[in-house]
């Protein structure tokens, strides 16, 4: 007699899988919203980016230039790269962003940057000796950038 009694109601699973069921399309929902506000979607710029190691050969005597050379990685064209440099002193124009293909050395903007492609970036009456200086990527297709490199005077 107990269990026709047990058998006959079965109430109460209806209402704890409408629960888990919205609750499930909540958190949906919510990371489908945060997906498309916070843009995670586009752009994937860590994705496309160039894998490549670069360095830095400061030479103090004389000329105070500074050279860059990739090292290894991918090959990077060398219109999307850039420089930037704060904290240098004596020439004008030194500090702010510099092309990559105005440095001395640089291929031409379609050319491509590989491993032992060396440059140099100097300016007349230039003092890098408290300069920070970063190589950086703009993606050809977003317009966003990253950095790739760094150098701070000794």
């Known amino acids: 007699m107990l269990a026709r009694r047990f058998k006959s109601d079965d109430s109460a699973v209806s209402p704890v899988v409408g629960v888990i069921l919205m609750v499930a399309i909540t958190v949906l929902l919510a990371a489908t919203a945060a997906t498309f506000f916070l843009d995670f979607g586009s752009g994937n710029i860590g994705q496309s980016a160039p894998q490549a ?27 999307n790269l850039y420089i930037t440099v704060s904290g240098a002193s004596g020439a ?63």
């Open 53 to 79: 190691a670069f360095t830095f050969d400061y030479d103090s005597e004389g000329s105070d230039s500074l050279a860059i050379e990739h090292r290894s990685g991918d090959s990077i064209q060398a219109g």
């Open 92 to 154: 004008s124009g030194a500090n702010g962003q510099h092309d990559f293909t105005s440095l001395s050395g640089a291929p031409p903007a379609g050319s491509d940057i590989t491993a032992g492609s060396r440059v140099t970036f100097s300016k007349s009456s230039l003092d890098l000796s408290e300069a920070t200086v970063t190589l950086n990527w703009k993606s050809p297709n977003s317009g966003k950038s990253i950095q790739l490199a760094s150098w701070e005077a000794p």
